[in-house]
């Protein structure tokens, strides 16, 4: 294995998980190591440049069949990539640098946003945020914690 020594900080299969940087507090998130790159869902996705260089805006809903706490976040376009989907189909999708909290650490990474809205979590973990140190044991979830109650309720399901 090569890379920088880490500390292996233990998740499940599925977790719950923030984007300190833009103000995301809590989302469900899969933690999928059949993904490379980690993926957001994301609406209204509109490419737009600032000072010379592209950025994207889009909108986020955290809870899965509601709209509450719905935001629309600007961020710089990192790269575009061609995705393959678990069922074969290629995408060109936006690819954002973010901050991501799992389990207590906070480590960047590489999201695609994509249309999930049909999946039962807004957000997958994949590998390259993954190889920051965490280990995947697929018996567990929320390994890494819940947050309070009131939160939970908001999100049912999974």
Excluded: I
Aim: net charge positive; proline share 7%; glycine share 8%.
């Amino acid at each position: 294995m090569s890379g920088p020594a880490y500390s292996s900080t233990p998740v499940g299969w599925r977790e719950w998980v923030s984007l300190p940087g833009v103000g995301l507090p809590w989302l469900k998130a899969k933690v999928d190591t059949g993904a490379r790159t980690s993926s957001l869902h994301a609406e209204d996705v509109e490419e737009f440049e600032r000072d010379g260089e592209p950025w994207v805006r889009f909108t986020v809903h955290p809870w899965q069949d509601t709209s509450d706490d719905t935001r629309t976040l600007e961020c710089p376009v990192h790269d575009r990539r061609s995705v393959r989907s678990s069922s074969g189909h290629v995408t060109k999708r936006y690819v954002v640098t973010l901050d991501l909290t799992l389990a207590g650490r906070t480590v960047p990474a590489e999201v695609t946003l994509s249309k999930r809205d049909r999946m039962g979590f807004r957000m997958l973990v994949g590998r390259e945020a993954l190889r920051q140190g965490y280990v995947v044991d697929p018996s567990r979830s929320y390994a890494g914690g819940r947050p309070p109650k009131d939160v939970r309720r908001r999100n049912r399901g999974h």
